[in-house]
């Protein structure tokens, strides 16, 4: 049996968070911590997805920086980035990021302006790489032309929302989408239903031509909609210590767990436990991946069909 692969296609960046010891106070200077580490939806799905185990191919933008210099160094053994590319004269991206004493964002700036240097004839030349995976996932953070020549090729894509401002970019795209990963806004924006209803917005994107779509909705868990059915999949209680990162990470598992061969249904349970892996660390994405963990947690997932 062939190796399995995974490209991704996305932003990469460098996160830069500070969170006060105590009380955040607004317009003051608070004593805290400030950390640097690698970021970006791409990366972070791409990196999980390799601590898996899985060869994965980043394809991504970087400035000729020390902030790049940074990102390759704390890459895991099985994240490649052979096929970023590497602007000169070009910053790296950069994510900073207020938080409260709980991990709460409060503020943040997020400059991705190197990813726009990713044009659709850049692109084409990564072409074989995406089309010798066995998935290939896509986040929001590519320019919408370069979306239209990856939309264009002979793949099974996974994509992540991001945010319910760059989810409009995959609207043209729907039918050539095999999983739509997003929360509950970004399916409202996408799907241009204005109701809270989760069904209508499942059924909706299903009509327009994803094969299958996930929506995750925080502490009521998570909706697939396949065939004619939808599941709902709830979580035990549990304490939280961050949020941030549970999202990415419920991606790179759901793609993993289909490049392995495992169903969207059992698929979506790894990817739930997985994210609450995340939301009960204090970290945005798991350094080293626990199976016997991610096993146990596994088993506070539940779904139902309705």
């Given amino acids: 049996m062939s190796e399995k692969k995974v490209a991704v296609f996305g932003g990469c960046n460098v996160d830069i968070s500070g969170r006060p010891y105590e009380h955040l106070d607004l317009y003051d200077s608070n004593p805290g911590a400030v950390e640097l580490s690698p970021g970006g939806v791409g990366r972070n799905i791409a990196a999980t997805i390799a601590r898996l185990g899985i060869e994965t191919a980043l394809i991504t933008a970087f400035g000729?920086?020390?902030?790049?210099?940074?990102?390759?160094?704390?890459?895991?053994?099985?994240?490649s980035f052979d096929h970023a590319f590497t602007f000169g004269g070009a910053s790296t991206g950069s994510y900073l990021v207020l938080l409260d004493q709980?991990?709460?964002?409060h503020a943040a700036v997020n400059d991705m302006a190197v990813m726009a240097k990713l044009s659709p004839e850049k692109i084409k030349a990564r072409r074989q790489v995406a089309e010798a995976a066995d998935y290939v996932v896509v986040?929001?953070?590519?320019r919408e032309d370069t979306l239209a020549e990856i939309f264009s090729w002979n793949m099974k894509a996974?994509?992540?929302?991001?945010?319910?401002?760059?989810?409009?970019?995959?609207?043209?795209?729907?039918?050539?989408?095999?999983?739509?990963?997003?929360?509950?806004?970004?399916?409202?924006?996408?799907?241009g239903r204005g109701s809270d209803d989760v069904a209508i917005q499942g059924a909706a994107l299903r009509s327009m031509g994803v094969e299958y779509v996930v929506i995750t909705a925080g502490a009521d868990g998570?909706?697939?909609?396949?065939?004619?059915?939808?599941?709902?999949?709830?979580?035990?209680?549990?304490?939280?210590?961050?949020?941030?990162?549970?999202?990415?990470a419920f991606c790179a598992m759901l793609t993993a767990e289909m490049a392995k061969g495992k169903t969207i249904d059992h698929a979506v349970v790894g990817a739930m436990a997985a994210s609450r892996m995340v939301l009960k660390s204090d970290q945005s994405e798991l350094p080293f991946f626990d199976a016997k963990e991610w096993e146990k947690e596994k088993k506070e997932i539940h779904y139902e069909r309705k």
Avoid: W
């Fill in 64 to 79: 000729d920086d020390d902030k790049k210099a940074m990102i390759l160094a704390r890459a895991p053994e099985k994240l």
């Fill in 102 to 105: 709980e991990g709460e964002m």
């Fill in 139 to 142: 986040d929001a953070n590519l």
């Fill in 158 to 191: 996974v994509v992540d929302g991001v945010s319910a401002v760059k989810v409009k970019k995959f609207a043209p795209f729907l039918n050539r989408i095999h999983v739509l990963k997003c929360n509950i806004l970004e399916a409202q924006v996408l799907s």
């Fill in 222 to 248: 998570a909706y697939l909609f396949k065939d004619e059915e939808m599941l709902h999949y709830t979580t035990s209680p549990m304490t939280i210590r961050g949020a941030t990162g549970a999202g990415d």
